[in-house]
T-cell receptor, first 117, second 114 residues
């Protein structure tokens, strides 16, 4: 079974400061890891993914994520937060070799990011 | 390229009724998945379809069903609605066989059961 933990329900950061949203995962074999963002009353928007290769992955809107295999973590980061980054962020995982070719993702509970002006 | 389209966006039903939700995937995407999102349970996987075949099913009662058509459009149906079925139902499509298979989500159908 695979699982994702987002240990913080909410993260508050001042505008212009760096932000980090934490994610740890558990999966059999190599992971495919994803970050999504959700604005109120909207669907999930894909931010970035890790498949293989460089541990630092760059994505949309200036976000990046660092894959750490030994710590089974995939933290989302941004050097300078904007008020418009305030939203709900989800980390998700699936095994690189999923059964029956399934693309099912397991999501964390989400972290609400509030960027304070 | 148009994104994933879900209809209706909002609907209100009463207990015991049934509901059908529709999803049109991104053009060229043949894999469609459905997720239920609630404040308490977060995002829960419902089902996944590829080429009209259900590939995977989540841990939901038989009242929840789905299907996919030859044009990759998908529908899900919930019969005998219960109050606990109130949720945001999200559809996602994926270009099967390409890359990591990241999912692209629609805006969702918000179901309220009274």
């Amino acid at each position: 079974a695979q699982s994702v933990a987002q240990p913080e329900d909410q993260v508050n950061v001042a505008e212009g400061n760096p932000l980090t949203v934490k994610c740890t995962y558990s999966v059999s074999g190599n992971p495919y890891l994803f970050w999504y963002v959700q604005y109120p009353n909207r669907g999930l928007q894909f931010l970035l993914k890790y498949i293989t290769g460089d541990n630092l992955v760059k994505g949309s809107y200036g976000f990046e994520a660092e894959f750490n295999k030994s710590q089974t973590s995939f933290h989302l980061k941004k050097p300078s937060a904007l008020v418009s980054d305030s939203a709900l962020y989800f980390c998700a995982v699936r095994a690189a070799r999923s059964g029956a070719g399934s693309y099912q993702l397991t999501f964390g509970k989400g972290t609400k990011l509030s960027v304070i002006p | 390229k148009a994104g994933v389209t879900q209809t209706p966006r909002y609907l209100i039903k009463t207990r015991g009724q049934q509901v059908t939700l529709s999803c049109s995937p991104i053009s060229g995407h043949r894999s469609v998945s459905w997720y239920q999102q609630t404040p308490g349970q977060g995002l829960q996987f419902l089902f996944e379809y590829f080429s009209e075949t259900q590939r995977n099913k989540g841990n939901f009662p038989g009242r929840f069903s789905g299907r996919q058509f030859s044009n990759s459009r998908s529908e899900m149906n919930v019969s005998t609605l219960e109050l606990g079925d109130s949720a945001l139902y999200l559809c996602a499509s994926s270009a099967y066989g390409q890359g990591a298979g990241e999912l692209f989500f629609g805006e969702g159908s918000r179901l309220t059961v009274l």
